[in-house]
């Protein structure tokens, strides 16, 4: 079956704006023609586009041409090379040249500066279907191995993602404008920013506020209504930067990590909106949501199912062949509603990015000169908290050891601080305990080790 | 690096800095005035420019926004940092 790379119903309805542009319907089908028109026949794009408009043109022309987006979590070379292993038949779209990337690199300023030859008769571009089988796009997250897992996702979970999602938020009554501070190749950043807008005719504003101060101008200068998308992190930092003055959001919608109640109360008293935060995971895409101030339970989204077998949790999503393993411990109330009671102890969550502990300890120790090292991650509640290593090491300095990881890993999951200690308190099982790790951590701290 | 004098606005930024990110293993006077604060130097990264973006507002009441012209140079190092800061507080 085909189901239609945009749900726009006419030329002129919106897809993406900023204080310069408007972008229509036409334009953005005619911009698709024209990039996929230059795109090589390889069958895998890595979509690297900061721009989110440059983003979602790359991302339509690479369905149209009927290949897979391929979404790593991080511009980091090893990470880009490892999912080259796996996906060799691959190219890749960017705005600026990625030095040290053998591969063939795309750059979307250079296409969009040469002559468009869709442009002149653009209100007659036909809206392109797209087989719902096909693999749009592959994310990927770091599995616990050292090696990043890909979660492909058909044409089809995204589009009906994007139905769930509008139902539950009322996207579909009225248009409703976006101001999104999440990267599209982020799992939630895709779908609430690019499918949203292509499936929920939502106009998508296309750059990426960081700072609150750009947030804050974006909202003040946006049409009505608009959304705020974003992350705990970004919250916390528009609620205790000074006095900024917020009007006029509809709603906000927050994830990639649990929001503290503390920070929602602030968020609706000074940014005088409704908090939602949804629920999901790169594997299965957003599967609940809650309004944060009155629900502690999840609601699921309409068609999901969830349920426990042998100890461990599943989803099920009509789009998805098989069930998803949950890396949460939830507590089903009842078909549509569950609680969240805590987290697998191996996968953390570190502003918004998630990663595994055994894969950083694994990276730190293919480091030469590394002996032994362990990691651990203190749950204090903070929005960024990092983690902390302890390394048994004679050669290297913490500084050259923190320098090799980062070619490794996401700059995130790079440890602060990094203690160099003379071993590790392993036990009688051969096993390191949080405890023991705890302890260390005090020694190191009063310098005693 | 050797030489660089720490200004005492620039002691005051750089424990600004460590008090924002929990850098516990580093004094103010060991944050180098040139050296670059991100990657290969202090290894800070872009969740940190909104934690010390954070602390400026907080302490010197002016916000740090994406679209300054300024912005590549003002992160580069705790000199330009303070520099900036020195030109818009308020």
New interface residues.
Partial sequence: MKLNLTQHANSHSLVAWNEQLQITHAQFLADVMHVAAHLPDNRYAINLCEDRYYFMVAFAAVIVKSQTNLLPQNRVLETLDAVLEDYADSYCITEERLAGLELQQLNMNALFKKENKFSRAKNTIETPAIDDELIAAIAFTSGSTGKPKGNRKTWKALVMGAEMAAERFSLDKKPTYIVSTVPPQHMYGLETSILYSLQNTCPVYVGRPFYPEDIRRVIESAPRPVILITTPVHLRACVSSGNLQWNGIAFIISATAPLRIEIARQVEDTMKATVNEIFGCTEAGSMASRETLKEESWQLYKGMRIYQAEGKTYIDAPYMENSVVLNDIVEIEDEHHFKLLGRDEDMVNIAGKRGSLSDVKLKLESIEGVKDAAVYFPDDNNEVSRLTAFVVTDKLTTQQISTALARKVDSVFIPRPIYKVPDLPYNETGKLTRQALIDLLCKCKAKIV | MSGSQHSERELEVAGLIIEA?????ISAAEIEPEAPLF??GL?L???D???I??AI??KY?F?????DPDNATIFSTLRQLSEHIEKNRQ
Avoid at chain 2, 21 to 25: A, P, R, S
Avoid at chain 2, 63 to 67: E, V
């Fill in positions: 990110l929990n850098l516990e293993d990657r290969d290894g990264d872009s969740i420019a909104l934690e973006a954070m507002s907080q009441g916000q740090l926004r994406s679209d």
